[in-house]
């Protein structure tokens, strides 16, 4: 039988508890408690609690590229891409019960000023993220389909940032009614 990757174990452990927990919450015994793994082997594969972070943000962002990829269907026309990438991204987040939020806007409040190690990270994943949705928008302006009397780049920075602004809302109020009123402002009001 294969010997378990303890440096593995240890990542999708970090990305569940500081999902759930916060940076903040936990510590290093809290992750490797729940990995199953002796504390003493985290600091064989991670130099830090902060580097971690980064591995843990690394991984989150993969699981999001597979929802990411809705927005470059060309079979979808644009603006039906934009709002099923969204509706995807509520499903997941009302699936968790709102408890968890985004990691990504999590790490983004919680540590930007702590760990510039993580802010930067944060930095290289909103910019990724924000050409995602500008290169679709593009498209739905060349069909008319959305208002081009703004600049995409602009545009997808400012869904980019309601929509995290959203997140943190229905995490809260623990209801979707932030995102019913995001995707009625956006889709009705922003972008047509």
Same mark, same amino acid.
């Given at each position: 039988?294969?010997?378990?990757?303890?440096?593995?174990?240890?990542?999708?452990a970090? =990305?569940? &508890?500081?999902?759930r927990r916060?940076?903040?919450? $936990?510590?290093?015994?809290?992750? &490797?408690?729940a +990995?199953?793994?002796?504390?003493?082997?985290?600091?064989?594969h /991670?130099?830090?609690k902060e580097? *971690?972070?980064?591995?843990?943000l690394? @991984?989150?962002?993969?699981i $999001?590229?597979?929802? *990411?990829?809705l =927005?470059?269907? #060309?079979?979808?026309?644009?603006?039906d @891409?934009?709002?099923?990438?969204?509706?995807?991204?509520? #499903?997941?987040? +009302?699936?968790?019960g709102?408890?968890?939020?985004?990691?990504?806007?999590?790490?983004?409040?919680?540590?930007?000023?702590?760990?510039?190690?993580?802010?930067? @990270? =944060? &930095?290289?994943?909103?910019?990724?993220?924000?050409q995602?949705? #500008?290169?679709?928008?593009?498209?739905?302006q060349?069909?008319?389909?959305? @208002?081009?009397?703004?600049?995409?780049?602009?545009?997808?920075?400012? *869904?980019?940032? +309601?929509? #995290?602004?959203?997140?943190?809302r229905?995490?809260v109020?623990k209801?979707?009614?932030?995102?019913?009123? /995001?995707m009625?402002v956006?889709? &009705?009001?922003? =972008?047509?």
């Amino acid at each position: 039988m294969p010997k378990p990757n303890v440096r593995e174990q240890i990542v999708v452990a970090g =990305l569940e &508890t500081l999902h759930r927990r916060g940076f903040n919450g $936990c510590g290093v015994q809290d992750i &490797t408690d729940a +990995a199953g793994v002796p504390k003493g082997s985290f600091y064989n594969h /991670f130099e830090s609690k902060e580097a *971690l972070g980064v591995a843990v943000l690394d @991984r989150y962002w993969q699981i $999001c590229a597979a929802q *990411l990829r809705l =927005l470059s269907d #060309e079979r979808v026309p644009p603006l039906d @891409r934009l709002r099923g990438y969204f509706e995807s991204l509520a #499903e997941t987040i +009302a699936g968790q019960g709102y408890a968890k939020g985004c990691l990504i806007g999590n790490f983004s409040t919680e540590l930007a000023d702590q760990s510039r190690l993580v802010r930067e @990270r =944060l &930095t290289g994943i909103f910019a990724a993220w924000t050409q995602a949705l #500008e290169t679709c928008i593009r498209q739905a302006q060349r069909t008319d389909a959305v @208002r081009s009397n703004l600049d995409a780049r602009t545009l997808a920075a400012l *869904l980019l940032s +309601a929509w #995290e602004g959203t997140v943190m809302r229905v995490k809260v109020d623990k209801s979707d009614a932030a995102f019913k009123q /995001f995707m009625a402002v956006v889709f &009705t009001d922003i =972008l047509s």
